[in-house]
Structures are given as structure tokens and as C-alpha cells.
T-cell receptor, first 111, second 114 residues
């Protein structure tokens, strides 16, 4: 059974700080990695994806991937109260395989 | 571009009743997913379609759940009979294809079984 593990939190950070969210996965054949943000009562919204080892930056968000360690992370710089949400890590292999989600990490940014 | 459409948004039924959910994916998206999300947990895949064929339904409780995607566009998910533990949000998502492409979610249907 392919598994994706996340610390459920809550992770509390002060406004303006860097929030670091982590995810590990069990399937070494995983090829694509996604971060979704989910506000309470809403559906998941894609914010980042990464396919290659290293860092990928998009605005205040940076995704980091280390396939050797089976580890993917999301950094949020200059955290804002509006970033308070649950962040879901999702992983898939190539071919006809579905997204497997972690349980999500709840982030709280304190003003 | 229109997003993934789902209906109804909310549904309350008694246990042992039946219920159906509908999903219209983003135009041109070949892959459609149904996920179940129980409060406090991540989405769990129920079934994945590629066009009108089933790719993965290994976690679908087939004694009570069924799904179809006629003509490879819209999809319906049915539960019959419902149990209390089926209370969850049912999310439909679509992507251009499976594997490396991003999946986009609909607003979901919140089901409460009483």
C-alpha cells in the first residue's frame, strides 16, 4: 500500500515567518509531487507541483524534492494569516496511477 | 475555463437509503477521480476513470458503492444502501491525463447519513 505521511499539526507560525511543511512517501517509483491547500469547508486547491530533485519557487512558495530520501517539503515565506489552512501532499507514479494523498498538515499563521 | 462541477452541494439521508452524486469534469480532461474525504483526513481515492474505462477501483466498497462515466464525460457515484460511516465529503477531480498532470477538484458534496 503506497503511503504518504504528514505531520497533522497544528503548525503555528507568527506572521512574516517561514512556514515549513514536510511530507514523506513510501513508493520509490513516485514521479510527481503536488501540494494542495484546503481551507476549512472548501475543496483542495493546487498550489505547487514538482517533478525533479531540487527546489522550485513560485512567489512566496518553494517546493523541495529529495527522491533519495523520499521527502518533499513546502516552504511558505512571509507567512500571512490568509495562509492558515490545511496543506495536503499528494504523490503519483507515472502511468495510470492516481494521486495518493497524505492526511494534511494544519497551518495556523498568528497575526 | 469552467471548473469541475458537482451536485448537489449538500445531502442528508437516513441510513439504508440510497444517494447519487453527479460530476462534470473540465472540458477535455480524460481522467476523472472520485475521492472520499472524512473530516480531519486526506482525500481517499474511490475510483479513477480514463475516458469511460475504469483504471482503479480497488478501494471502492463495491457491495454498496457504484460509479459510471458514460460517454467519457459526466460521472455519477451512487451509494446504496448508505451507512453512518459514509458521512463525508465526496470530491470529484479531473486531469488531462493520469500520472504527471495536475488534478483539479470540484466543490464537493457533503453527505450526512443519520
Amino acid at each position: 500500500q503506497k503511503e504518504v505521511e504528514q505531520n497533522s499539526g497544528p503548525l503555528s507560525v507568527p506572521e512574516g515567518a517561514i512556514a515549513s511543511l514536510n511530507c514523506t512517501y513510501s513508493d520509490r517509483g513516485s514521479q510527481s509531487f503536488f501540494w494542495y491547500r484546503q481551507y476549512s469547508g472548501k475543496s483542495p486547491e493546487l498550489i505547487m507541483f514538482i517533478y525533479s530533485n531540487g527546489d522550485k519557487e513560485d512567489g512566496r512558495f518553494t517546493a523541495q524534492l529529495n527522491k533519495a530520501s523520499q521527502y518533499v517539503s513546502l516552504l511558505i515565506r512571509d507567512s500571512q494569516p490568509s495562509d492558515s489552512a490545511t496543506y495536503l501532499c499528494a504523490v503519483t507514479s507515472s502511468g495510470n496511477t492516481p494521486l495518493v494523498f497524505g492526511k494534511g498538515t494544519r497551518l495556523s499563521v498568528i497575526a | 475555463e469552467a471548473g469541475v462541477a458537482q451536485s448537489p452541494r449538500y445531502k442528508i439521508i437516513e441510513k439504508r437509503q440510497s444517494v447519487a452524486f453527479w460530476c462534470n469534469p473540465i472540458s477535455g480532461h480524460a481522467t476523472l477521480y472520485w475521492y472520499q474525504q472524512i473530516l480531519g483526513q486526506g482525500p481517499k481515492l474511490l475510483i479513477q476513470f480514463q475516458n469511460n474505462g475504469v483504471v482503479d477501483d480497488s478501494q471502492l466498497p463495491k457491495d454498496r458503492f457504484s460509479a459510471e462515466r458514460l460517454k467519457g464525460v459526466d460521472s455519477t457515484l451512487k451509494i446504496q444502501p448508505a451507512k453512518l460511516e459514509d458521512s463525508a465529503v465526496y470530491l470529484c477531480a479531473s486531469s488531462l491525463n493520469t500520472g504527471s498532470t495536475e488534478a483539479f477538484f470540484g466543490q464537493g458534496t457533503r453527505l450526512t447519513v443519520v
